[in-house]
């Protein structure tokens, strides 16, 4: 066994460490607004419930390690003092990740995540329609456990209201857990479904994505693609060029196949092979390519 005194380390093992010995950990999806009315979303896994009456739950938005900045959910939590979390399940996990890509100050991570801004009833901050529970909250606290890199903020948040699809209800009206099929957080790419167990999503691109809305009209309103695939498809720094797409179809007589046939439908099912394989870049080539 080894044993390691915090000081000994730096800061980033020290916090990979952490996050893949204290795991899984539930996901707070946290929509915020900022004092000039801008929605900004992030999902955040220091998180937990630690009250039910009054009912609390607390996540923390931690000061960046590499350059000690803070993130904007803080600054909007301080500014607004109310949230809107939203639990993460696998069916919006790749979005979810997406939505995490630290985009400029303004840029709307709803676009960019392509998932649904709904108006909450008590609060300013919109709620994610795709999520399965969605909880209203006023900010009663924030600690600050720090002022250097990886120090974490709890934001001690209280339920106002609470929405509940009813898909995900059993037939006595409480959640059902195969249903609901909730994501955690571990270490690394590492995520974990309830129902399941382990699977990895690539960290998003420090380059920044495109985002789900810059994706051509065509993709998003197939009916082969879910919202998984749009944000994974989504998570590229910029779409092939012609003459890449003209040498992947050059190279691929299956493709070529696919395309002779003038079929839509074969040809994002190709290409949701590809996706299905993590191979983004032939998926995006097989979609942009031209029938011949």
Not at 222 to 242: A, C, K, Q, R, W
């Amino acid at each position: 066994m080894i044993s390691i005194e915090p000081k000994d380390i730096s800061t980033a093992q020290l916090h990979g460490y952490l996050q893949s010995a204290v795991a899984p950990r539930p996901i707070a999806f946290a929509s915020t607004i900022s004092a000039d009315g801008k929605p900004n979303l992030s999902p955040f896994s220091f998180f937990n419930v630690f009250s039910a009456n009054p009912p609390i739950l607390i996540f923390s938005p931690a000061r960046r390690v590499r350059d000690n900045s803070v993130k904007h959910t803080l600054i909007n939590v301080e500014a607004t003092k109310e949230v809107v979390i939203n639990v993460v399940n696998y069916d919006i996990v790749q979005q979810a990740s997406l939505s995490s890509t630290e985009y400029a100050e303004g840029v709307n991570e709803f676009l960019k995540s392509g998932l649904t801004a709904i108006a909450s009833d008590l609060v300013k901050p919109f709620r994610v329609a795709e999520s399965p529970v969605q909880f209203e909250c006023k900010v009663n606290e924030i600690v600050s456990l720090g002022e250097n890199g990886g120090a974490g903020n709890l934001v001690i948040c209280e339920v106002l209201k609470i929405h509940i699809h009813e898909s995900v209800l059993d037939k006595n009206g409480f959640i059902d857990q195969h249903k609901i099929d909730l994501v955690s957080r571990l270490g690394g790419n590492w995520y974990s479904r309830s129902n399941v167990g382990l699977f990895e999503v690539p960290k998003p691109l420090t380059t920044l994505g495109i985002g789900v809305d810059a994706i051509p009209d065509f993709v998003k309103k197939s009916p082969v693609f879910n919202g998984n695939d749009l944000g994974i498809l989504g998570n590229v720094e910029s779409l092939p060029t012609e003459e890449e797409i003209d040498i992947f179809v050059k190279q691929n007589f299956a493709v070529k196949g696919v395309l002779s046939a003038d079929d839509i439908l074969k040809k994002h099912q190709k290409a949701k092979e590809y996706l299905d394989k993590n191979d983004i870049s032939a998926a995006w080539k097989m979609l942009l390519a031209k029938e011949i």
